[in-house]
C-alpha cells in the first residue's frame, strides 16, 4: 500500500475531471495521438493545452492532500447535470471505475451542489469530495497556526453547513480522510445549531486576531517602514525568493499551498532603506470564495502593502492564465490600484531560446532564478524606484567627528557619495531615506 508524506497509507482517489462546455471542433480528429504527443510538442493546440495543464494541475491538489492517483476519468458536457453533473450513464461508469480499483474517495474537479454530492454519494461505493472540499483539506495539512487553523475550520464548516444533509456515509468516518481533516470534523456531525454557534465562535475569535495585527500594524506604521508583499499563483516560487531575499529559512516546498501561515522579515534596499517583506498564501483557479472570506485577516498584509510583488511561474505553460487567476483575487481584495512588480521566476528552468523569447515579450517584468540568486538585484534596484513611502533624498552633513553615534547611524542606513575631513568636521554627501535624513537634521550644511 502506497504511504504518503506523513507516513500513513494514502488514500486511494479515483479522479474525476469535468469540462463543461462546447466541444472543440479542431481537436475531434486526432486528439488522443496529440494528448501522447504532448510532451514532444511544443505547438500544442492552445485548448489542449489548457486542459492538460488543468489535469495536471488537479493531480498535483490531489497529490499535496497526501492520496495516491487509483484511476482517472474525464467528461466533456455542453451543460452540467443538475442532479449529478455527470449524468446517470457516466454515473455508472464512475461506479464501476471505482469498485474496480478499490478506490477511498472519488474526487471531482468542479464545485458540487449539496444535490449533486449527495446523489453521487448515494450512487457510488466510495466517498465524494469535490474541488472545494479539497482545498480546504490541503489548508487543513498545512495550517501550523492557531490563527490558521481557526480560518481553515471557519471556511470548512461554511462550506459543509448547507451539505449536512444525507451526509451519513463520510461524517461517520472519525479516522479522518480527504474532505473531513480538520479542527472542525467533530463538529460537523453535530446539529445545525451547534454548528452555526461554533461559526459565530469562530468570527468572533478571528476579529479578536484581526484586531490584534491591527495594533501590530499600527505600531510598525509609526516608524515608517513600508511593507512590500509577494503575491502570485501557488507554487510560482514566493518563499524560494523570500528566502534568496530575507534568509530566513522558511518551508520551501514544491507541494501546493506549502505557506499557509504570512512571514514577515526586514530587508536592505540598495539605498540602504529598510523595508518587511511579506510572503502570502498562493492562489489557485477558482479559489473557493470562503477561503477569499476566512483568510480575510492574513491577506490584511497584502491590503495594507505599498508595492505587490507578483511572482509567476515563467516555466509554466499557463503563466498568462495564472497571472490572470491572481489578478481576480487581487481584485476581490480591492488592491488592483496599487504599485505592482511583475517578477518571471524559474528562468533557470528554460532554454535559451525561450529565455530569449521571454525576454522580448516581458516588458517591464524582470526575469530572475530564485534557487540561483540571479537577478535579485535588479529586483531590489526596481523595489526601491517604486517606493514612494519615505523617498530616498541626497544632502549634504558637516557633522564632528565627536558625534560617532551620528556617523555610525549614517553609514549604516545612507549611502555616503562623498566624504572629507576637515579639523574636527566630517563633510558628507549623503543618499538615503528621508526619516533617517530628518533625525540629524541640524547637521545639514549648504552647499558651498
Do not use: W
Not at 453533473?85 to 477511498?104: N, R
Not at 490563527?147 to 471557519?154: I, M
Request: hydrophobic share 40%; charged share 25%.
Amino acid at each position: 500500500m502506497p504511504v504518503n508524506a506523513t507516513g500513513t497509507t494514502a488514500e486511494r482517489a479515483l479522479l474525476v475531471t469535468v469540462v463543461i462546455g462546447p466541444p472543440r471542433k479542431a481537436l475531434t480528429r486526432g486528439a488522443a495521438q496529440a494528448r501522447d504527443a504532448a510532451a514532444s510538442t511544443p505547438t500544442l493546440h492552445p485548448a489542449l493545452r489548457d486542459e492538460d495543464s488543468h489535469l495536471a494541475e488537479f493531480r498535483e491538489l490531489v497529490i499535496s492532500a497526501g492520496a495516491s492517483i487509483a484511476a482517472e476519468v474525464e467528461q466533456h458536457r455542453p451543460k452540467a447535470d443538475p442532479a449529478t453533473l455527470v449524468g446517470s450513464g457516466k454515473v455508472e461508469e464512475i461506479s464501476a471505475v471505482a469498485a474496480s480499483t478499490q478506490a477511498d474517495v472519488a474526487i471531482v474537479d468542479h464545485d458540487l451542489s449539496p444535490t449533486q454530492l449527495r446523489n453521487l454519494e448515494n450512487a457510488l461505493p466510495c466517498r465524494v469530495i469535490d474541488r472545494t472540499q479539497l482545498i480546504l483539506d490541503i489548508f487543513a495539512r498545512h495550517a501550523r497556526t492557531r490563527e490558521g487553523q481557526l480560518q481553515v475550520e471557519l471556511a470548512q464548516l461554511e462550506y459543509m453547513l448547507p451539505r449536512l444533509t444525507g451526509r451519513g456515509k463520510a461524517m461517520s468516518q472519525l479516522g479522518g480522510g480527504i474532505g473531513t481533516r480538520g479542527p472542525g470534523e467533530t463538529q460537523l456531525e453535530t446539529d445545525r445549531r451547534r454548528i452555526q454557534r461554533r461559526v459565530l465562535q469562530l468570527r468572533r475569535e478571528l476579529e479578536a486576531v484581526r484586531r490584534i495585527r491591527t495594533q501590530q500594524r499600527q505600531r510598525r506604521e509609526s516608524v515608517p517602514v513600508p511593507t512590500v508583499a509577494l503575491v502570485g499563483y501557488t507554487n510560482a516560487g514566493k518563499s524560494t525568493l523570500f528566502n534568496a531575499i530575507t534568509r530566513a529559512g522558511v518551508l520551501e516546498s514544491a507541494r501546493m499551498f506549502a505557506t499557509l501561515d504570512p512571514k514577515l522579515s526586514a530587508i536592505q534596499l540598495p539605498s540602504r532603506r529598510k523595508v518587511l517583506l511579506s510572503d502570502t498564501v498562493g492562489f489557485i483557479r477558482d479559489l473557493p470564495h470562503t477561503l477569499v472570506t476566512s483568510f480575510r485577516a492574513t491577506l490584511e498584509e497584502v491590503r495594507k502593502a505599498e508595492v505587490l510583488v507578483h511572482v509567476r511561474d515563467a516555466s509554466s505553460p499557463m503563466r498568462d492564465e495564472h497571472k490572470a487567476e491572481v489578478e481576480k483575487v487581487l481584485g476581490e481584495l480591492d488592491v488592483l490600484n496599487k504599485p505592482r512588480l511583475e517578477v518571471l521566476n524559474k528562468v533557470d528552468l528554460l532554454s535559451e531560446e525561450e529565455c530569449a523569447a521571454l525576454a522580448a515579450g516581458a516588458g517591464e517584468a524582470i526575469a530572475i532564478s530564485a534557487i540561483q540568486h540571479t537577478g535579485l538585484e535588479t529586483l531590489m534596484e526596481r523595489l526601491d524606484e517604486e517606493l514612494v513611502q519615505d523617498p530616498i533624498l541626497e544632502q549634504r552633513f558637516q557633522i564632528p567627528q565627536s558625534e560617532g553615534d551620528v556617523l555610525a547611524a549614517l553609514e549604516a542606513g545612507a549611502v555616503i557619495r562623498e566624504r572629507e575631513y576637515e579639523g574636527n568636521l566630517v563633510r558628507m554627501i549623503v543618499t538615503g531615506p528621508a526619516s533617517l535624513l530628518g533625525r540629524y537634521r541640524r547637521f545639514r550644511h549648504a552647499a558651498r
